[in-house]
């Protein structure tokens, strides 16, 4: 990296011929009149229509990228820059790459993410579809501020500048659109990135033809990229309610049924309310095993699992709880073959009642063989974290 650059201007390109002189000439006409020492690099994904002799042409400097998607083109062109700063920007002209002197002041400042926000700076007519304006892109990004605890208002705006050398620190690793969350989810979740917004404004594309941009797959994959980046809600908050829910329901259901005006809740209510248990608990459990396989292979920083955990919850405490909850059950069946016996193997007289047992004894003997099971696993998932 050369250290008389300090910024490189840096546009994805996929047969943006339409556009990119355009782009790559406001960047210019930025370095130029804020004299800041610079560069445009174009990250190539492919073109076939002539973008990288238009690029070369208006002084811009290409670098092929063979991996397709826009995340892989972005981090080849993160890797070939030789600026300090980078403000990466769509290159059709939807930004204006001759404004970007608040992106510049902020990353002087020290801050290593100056997010665009499109919703401040504002939007111009027909410049972004209904459903991303009012939905899509809503929506996501109240998700993100609410699962990530981010302050950021616009997840999704593609103008966005940050120090080279702690970007590349997240290890980012997503090919497609989902890339522009991970950036943000990534700094968000590392104590060490420091991120701020400026208003952006957005304007329509000059494009003739449609963007790459597809609105429900590229939806879904920024929403599946969240959710899978936080166990917690993916996991942890249904599978507790599930699990609170479940043993409420079950409880009061064991000891009578539950008549709500015309509607009588009865063992059958019963057999389903023990299976949210099951269902609660295997959510749970799984949240405990997915962060600390994230956080194992650096996808989450340590700070995500609290590993204090393996010192309250122990092999042998979790073998205990197991084998407590497998013995109740045992207890209650032998109960309840008592009562069969008393019938001579025969018809039940009041399988109503023997059900409303029945049902909790068998959950109780498959929770807690779950739970031994479990805590072995749990156990040898945390060997390396309990000896590092």
């Not at 990466?88 to 002087?108: H, N």
Request: some cysteine; proline content about 4%; hydrophobic content about 45%.
């Amino acid at each position: 990296m050369s250290p008389e650059i300090e910024l490189t201007i840096l546009m994805p390109c996929l047969n943006e011929a339409e556009t990119l002189a355009i782009c790559v000439r406001k960047a210019q006409k930025f370095l130029t009149d804020y004299q800041v020492t610079g560069e445009v690099l174009i990250a190539d994904n492919g073109s076939t229509d002539g973008s990288q002799q238009i690029a070369t042409v208006n002084g811009a400097r290409v670098v092929a990228i063979t991996a397709k998607g826009y995340g892989a083109a972005l981090i080849g062109g993160i890797e070939a820059a030789r600026g300090k700063y980078i403000i990466m920007g769509d290159s059709d002209d939807s930004y204006d790459f001759s404004a970007l002197e608040s992106f510049m002041q902020k990353l002087r400042e020290g801050y290593d993410l100056v997010m665009g926000n499109r919703f401040k700076g504002g939007i111009e007519k027909e410049a972004m579809p209904f459903l991303h304006r009012y939905l899509g892109n809503p929506v996501l990004s109240f998700i993100g501020r609410l699962f990530f605890k981010s302050h950021i208002g616009d997840f999704h705006c593609g103008l966005r500048g940050f120090n080279r050398e702690s970007i590349q620190c997240l290890d980012l690793r997503t090919s497609g659109m989902e890339f522009a969350s991970e950036m943000i989810v990534k700094a968000s979740l590392s104590e060490k990135i420091t991120i701020t917004e400026v208003p952006t404004k957005l304007y329509p594309d000059g494009r003739s033809r449609p963007p790459h941009l597809r609105t429900w797959r590229d939806g879904w994959r920024h929403l599946r990229f969240l959710l899978l980046y936080s166990p917690k809600w993916l996991f942890l908050i249904p599978g507790l309610s599930l699990l609170l829910i479940g043993i409420a329901l079950s409880f009061i259901l064991i000891l009578h049924p539950i008549n709500i005006g015309n509607i009588r809740l009865d063992i059958h209510t019963l057999l389903y309310s023990c299976s949210m248990i099951f269902i609660g608990f295997q959510c749970v459990t799984f949240y405990y095993f997915a962060s600390i396989f994230a956080v194992r292979e650096g996808l989450l920083p340590e700070k995500s699992f609290p590993v204090h955990l393996f010192d309250f919850f122990t092999l042998e405490r979790g073998v205990l709880v197991g084998i407590t909850l497998v013995l109740i059950g045992i207890c209650i069946t032998v109960q309840l073959f008592r009562v069969w016996t008393h019938n001579d193997f025969g018809d039940l007289t009041n399988p109503v009642k023997t059900f409303r047992l029945a049902i909790p004894a068998v959950t109780l003997f498959v929770l807690g063989i779950q739970v031994i099971l479990y805590s072995f696993f749990y156990s040898i998932l945390g060997l390396k974290t309990i000896h590092s």
